[in-house]
């Protein structure tokens, strides 16, 4: 039987802290769109208050979390119990996206001082919560982090990491926008602007 609260509590906030990944789930506003479920792992997530959790992106293939986000603000968080009693619990509300060189990123990332870079920080503003009994979940035992993510985002040198967040992050796979430079958003609105 499921619960559903208009914020976290004690018990979930306890239970969401314990868990050692969770997913992410967003969809553009489009019926033709995808889907979008990422998983995450790593100590990416703050709880501030009741009623707002962030987490922080370290980078990935893709960018449709941040486009979703941007286009609509829909997301959902889910986290599972792999081991003690079953449960799921399921954090609905309005996200934001900020990315590493908007405005306040810094601010948000200091939340996570065990970073030293990351692609973005995605701000949910929590709606709903919904706990269910997770009897199908199974039992898994957590071993490690893998730290294949970590090495990769601090090999390389700040231009380079860069640069590459914006060749490859620049749209969705459904095209939306992903990550676009401030000056070229600007330029965009400036088109716009003249083409009316």
Same mark, same amino acid.
């Given at each position: 039987m499921a619960n559903t609260y208009p914020h976290l509590n004690d018990k979930l906030t306890a239970f969401i802290r314990r868990q050692k990944m969770f997913f992410v789930a967003t969809a553009p506003l489009s019926a033709e769109g995808s889907v979008n479920v990422s998983p995450k792992g790593y100590d990416s997530l703050a709880?501030?208050? =009741?009623?707002?959790?962030?987490?922080?992106?370290?980078? %990935?293939?893709?960018?449709?979390?941040?486009?979703?986000?941007? =286009?609509? %603000?829909?997301?959902?968080?889910m986290f599972c119990?792999? =081991?003690?009693?079953?449960?799921?619990?399921?954090?609905?509300?309005?996200?934001?996206?900020?990315?590493?060189?908007?405005?306040?990123?810094?601010?948000?990332?200091?939340?996570?001082?065990?970073?030293?870079?990351?692609?973005?920080?995605?701000?949910?503003?929590?709606?709903?919560?919904?706990?269910?009994?997770?009897?199908?979940?199974?039992?898994? =035992?957590?071993?490690?982090?893998?730290?294949?993510?970590?090495?990769?985002?601090?090999?390389?040198d700040e231009d380079t990491w860069t640069e590459r967040r914006y060749a490859s992050n620049a749209l969705s796979i459904d095209g939306l926008p992903g990550l676009v430079r401030a000056r070229e958003e600007v330029l965009s609105a400036d088109d716009a602007d003249e083409r009316r």
């Open positions: 709880i501030i208050d =009741e009623r707002t959790i962030a987490y922080l992106d370290l980078g %990935g293939s893709g960018i449709e979390t941040h486009a979703h986000v941007r =286009e609509n %603000g829909r997301i959902t968080l119990a792999f =081991e003690g009693a079953a449960n799921i619990v399921r954090v609905y509300g309005r996200g934001e996206a900020v990315m590493f060189d908007d405005p306040g990123f810094a601010e948000k990332r200091a939340l996570f001082p065990g970073f030293s870079r990351a692609r973005g920080v995605i701000t949910v503003h929590v709606t709903r919560v919904q706990d269910s009994c997770g009897w199908a979940v199974p039992f898994f =035992e957590y071993k490690s982090e893998r730290d294949q993510l970590r090495r990769w985002v601090d090999a390389a």
